[in-house]
């Protein structure tokens, strides 16, 4: 009950503040205007108005976010993709089969192509037509259409791409662009106002309005990037977009949202893709490290299962990526981690971080646990998949 007191308390101190503030401004620009004087019985005082400062304590003014959106709105782009994709009828229609097959359980495969379409968005990286966008938007792309703020289009080619990051670079024959204006995402908070623009389902340069919910996400089926999240809306087609902070720097680059909740969508901090982006620019790929093994945190209760004490420390190997590198040296479902490279490891994240100070062709060792004997596994470590991502 005194929680519960104390969140009210709180709730209603904020309201009363809130009103206390605008009233103030209310006064402020009502009874004062914009400056002059203001007679009191104890003579003329002179009126200095407020002004809005774009540092801590910042207020946002009337035309702050459209002013903001209108000039980040010119490096933002469109992106068109299509594919052709042949299917057989028999997968249309697989009762047919049934009624016309030839007896022998065959049925004829006629083939049935049609062009698979997909929208997404990206910004001007670079003056002489580099496009940052999201490796997904791209995918498997065969046509790839890029539609500038002022309306010209572009035929676009990928020229970069990082699965790791799901970044990449689409190139255009254009010079003298509008390049984004690059911030970086080392100092933001939970609770920092953002702005997201993109085409989500196809509405170009749609601009919503949020805040920074939260940082250091993981999506492992997006990426291998610890993620912004935030409550600014972004829907299917945001892809590739900025997401803007309240200066009108490119502080992340839209990805990924949850389908099964609102208002909650990831961003990949723009430090990641600035570094990627040079890279992707300058040699078209990135080397980088792979193991190639799904793992779990040992819980108390699940090392118990597995036979050990219940205070025992290391990395569940939930599963090794058939054909990989772990797969080849012999590490297995089962297994428990304990050491890499000599150093102690707890959670997946601490294994994260030691191989990708390898680079492809090293060679690490794993010291794991197995059948209540412990055993050196030598990993020879594999470059990061490139395969396409299509959605």
């Not at 060792?365 to 055993?375: I, K, M, Q």
Request: glycine fraction near 12%; charge should be neutral; include cysteine.
């Amino acid at each position: 009950m005194r929680n519960q007191s104390g969140k009210v308390g709180t709730v209603v101190g904020g309201i009363a503040i809130g009103v206390a503030t605008g009233l103030c401004a209310f006064v402020a620009g009502h009874m004062y205007g914009s400056g002059g004087s203001l007679s009191t019985t104890g003579g003329t005082v002179d009126i200095v108005p407020p002004k809005l400062l774009p540092a801590a304590g910042m207020a946002i003014g009337e035309n702050t976010i459209a002013d903001i959106a209108a000039k980040a709105n010119t490096s933002v782009v469109n992106i068109d993709t299509s594919r052709s994709v042949t299917l057989s009828d028999s997968s249309f229609f697989p009762g047919l089969q049934f009624f016309f097959g030839d007896g022998t359980g065959q049925f004829p495969q006629l083939q049935r192509k049609f062009e698979q379409k997909a929208k997404g968005s990206g910004l001007i990286y670079r003056q002489d037509g580099y496009i940052l966008t999201n490796n997904h938007v791209v995918g498997t792309a065969q046509n790839i259409k890029v539609t500038l703020a002022d309306k010209r289009t572009f035929d676009g080619k990928v020229v970069g791409r990082d699965k790791f990051t799901d970044l990449a670079i689409v190139k255009i024959d254009a010079t003298g662009l509008p390049a984004a204006k690059l911030g970086t995402s080392k100092n933001l908070r939970p609770g920092d106002w953002v702005i997201a623009i993109g085409s989500p389902m196809g509405l170009d340069h749609t601009v919503t309005m949020g805040i920074v919910s939260a940082l250091n996400r993981s999506l492992s089926e997006v990426n291998e990037v610890q993620l912004i999240q935030t409550d600014a809306a972004i829907n299917h087609g945001n892809s590739g977009g900025p997401l803007l902070n309240i200066h009108g720097e490119v502080i992340g680059i839209n990805t990924a949202i949850r389908p099964d909740a609102q208002n909650i969508g990831f961003a990949i901090p723009i430090d990641v893709a600035k570094e990627t982006g040079d890279q992707l620019v300058a040699h078209g790929n990135i080397p980088r490290a792979y193991v190639g093994i799904y793992m779990q945190s040992l819980e108390p209760k699940l090392a118990k299962s597995l036979g050990l004490t219940e205070n025992a420390k290391g990395v569940l190997v939930a599963k090794a990526a058939p054909g990989g590198p772990a797969d080849k040296a012999g590490l297995t479902q089962g297994d428990v981690i304990q050491k890499v490279d000599g150093q102690a490891v707890t959670d997946a994240t601490q294994i994260q971080e030691i191989v990708r100070k390898h680079k492809p062709g090293d060679t690490v060792a794993f010291l794991v646990a197995r059948n209540n004997s412990l055993t050196t596994v030598d990993v020879k470590i594999g470059d990061y998949p490139s395969q396409d991502q299509t959605d």
